[in-house]
């Protein structure tokens, strides 16, 4: 209960402080390096040294591949009995198929299962979404607008995104006995992951009512898959396959987590329809914590 009040304390303190005026506009982008260069680096060298890294782990890194591939031939077909234009199509595809497992799923599955969901939100989040993202996110971007990455572009933003650099090393310390101090000291660091992206996330909140009237048909499309459909197909599809219980909840509700901010960024980077990716996000956030309890009290 309480992990779940900093959630929506961390959210409303967000807004406040935009609405106060007092912080500069680049705040939530400062927050966010914060999360990136330290509290999620954190978490990982907390959890990642003493994983178990049997099929139970492994296979849920496989969601946002699939929830991405699925999503993106549902909007194919769909955008063309909607006629939904290019630019639209592209920022729909990739706010409505990559989850924000990190940002979003990892304060949440703290404050509905525990500390030890991280284990397999963590394999989730670095080999499934952040790959996805820079790969088939990237790919797609690009496809979309007139912008151009190479391979070798996107294969640097893999490998020296700090996450990543970290988790590689925390997959060779588990050949090290890693003292219980420097774990608890790595973890302490590691709640801060929570309270730091959530603020920024509230930070970022805006409604506007001209825009959600404009964009009704194609946002509704976007989030009734994002949050409703994907993760019932991942409760079903991975219930067939041999990953223990926890481990299935936890992609389960992972995979109902709201639209990535990182994704929308990259979408906007590249020209297509900011207008949704603004609402993709601003609305899918406040009702994706609303839905991921309820998932868990349907799923546990």
Known sequence: MLNFLIIVVSLVL?????????????????????????????????????????SSHLIP???????????????????????????????LLLTGTLGNTSFVGFPMLRALIGEEALKTAIMIDQAGSFLVVSSLGLITANVFSH???????????????????????????????????????????????GPAALIAVGYQLRFNKALLKKKSGVLTLGLTYKLLIAPALVAFCYLLL???????????????????????IIANEHGLDEELTSLMVGIGIPISIALVPLWWLLLR
């Open 14 to 54: 967000g807004v406040l402080l935009r609405k106060s005026g007092k912080l500069p506009d680049s705040t939530p982008n400062l927050l966010n390096r914060y999360v990136i260069w330290v509290a999620l680096p954190a978490a990982i060298l907390a959890t990642v040294p003493t994983l178990d890294l049997d």
């Open 61 to 91: 890194a496989t969601m946002p591949w699939f929830v991405f591939i699925v999503g993106f031939m549902v909007f194919w077909v769909a955008s063309r009995s909607m006629d939904i234009e290019k630019r639209t199509l592209g920022a």
């Open 147 to 193: 912008h151009e990455t190479s391979i070798k572009e996107i294969l640097k933003r893999i490998v020296t995104f700090p996450p990543f650099i970290v988790l590689i090393v925390a997959l060779l310390l588990r050949s090290v006995d890693v003292s219980d101090g420097i774990t608890s000291f790595f973890r302490t660091i590691s709640y801060s992951l």
């Open 242 to 264: 041999a990953i223990e219980s926890q481990a299935w909840l936890v992609t389960s509700l992972e995979a109902a987590m709201p639209p990535m901010i990182t994704a929308a």
